[in-house]
T-cell receptor, first 116, second 114 residues
């Protein structure tokens, strides 16, 4: 079974509009961390935002916010006021403990294209 | 500056040859990871290590081997047993002992087997 599921292979958004990228996860561990990364065409992985499983409030970092719905096991990324530079691949990831080790698992990603 | 260095950036090898990808970090992180990324695909975990001299298989470990003799180094060997080794390889590290810290990534190595 997939640990991290991103169901949107590609998304388009108009410049200055908001966009939501979906992510659902699967774990039985009560303590875990959820992350979003951006990967431009250059290939580097850029950390965007983090949400802890015990955090009561949704995480926000500038134009990025994470819509965390624990009961539904979803951690959607919301990008407000999209910019052309936001065009990239976006990956959702989860860090959990597995047999005493911390494992980080990624989804298959969503390719976001911002249209002028 | 602190960070993760992967070398080389591009690597070409003949089919049937073993090749070792380097990953060095000076962030004093305990945990290190290797991922494989294929075009248009997500990152798949190959191996990960929590401490020196200890590592665990990830989801696609077959055909790969690693070592962790030093905290700052986690080299990955792509062996001839790996059926389709051409891919983009990413190394990452993070603070160990907690699920609440992000992983830092190197710039990646693009391996092409001809």
């Amino acid at each position: 079974a997939q640990k991290i599921t991103q169901t949107q292979p590609g998304m388009f958004v108009q410049e200055k509009e908001a966009v939501t990228l979906d992510c659902t996860y699967d774990t039985s561990d009560p303590s875990y961390g959820l992350f979003w990364y951006k990967q431009p065409s250059s290939g580097e992985m850029i950390f965007l935002i983090y949400q802890g499983s015990y955090d009561q409030q949704n995480a926000t970092e500038g134009r990025y916010s994470l819509n965390f719905q624990k009961a539904r096991k979803s951690a959607n990324l919301v990008i407000s006021a999209s910019q052309l530079g936001d065009s990239a691949m976006y990956f959702c990831a989860m860090r959990e403990s597995s047999g005493g080790y911390q494992k980080v698992t990624f989804g298959t990603g969503t390719k976001l294209q911002v249209i002028p | 500056d602190g960070g993760i260095t992967q070398s080389p950036k591009y690597l070409f090898r003949k089919e049937g040859q073993n090749v070792t990808l380097s990953c060095e970090q000076n962030l004093n992180h305990d945990a290190m990871y290797w991922y494989r990324q294929d075009p248009g695909q997500g990152l798949r975990l190959i191996y990960y290590s929590q401490i020196v001299n200890d590592f665990q298989k990830g989801d696609i470990a077959e055909g790969y081997s690693v070592s962790r003799e030093k905290k700052e180094s986690f080299p990955l060997t792509v062996t001839s047993a790996q059926k389709n080794p051409t891919a983009f390889y990413l190394c990452a590290s993070s603070i160990g002992g907690t699920v609440g810290t992000e992983a830092f990534f190197g710039q990646g190595t693009r391996l092409t087997v001809v």
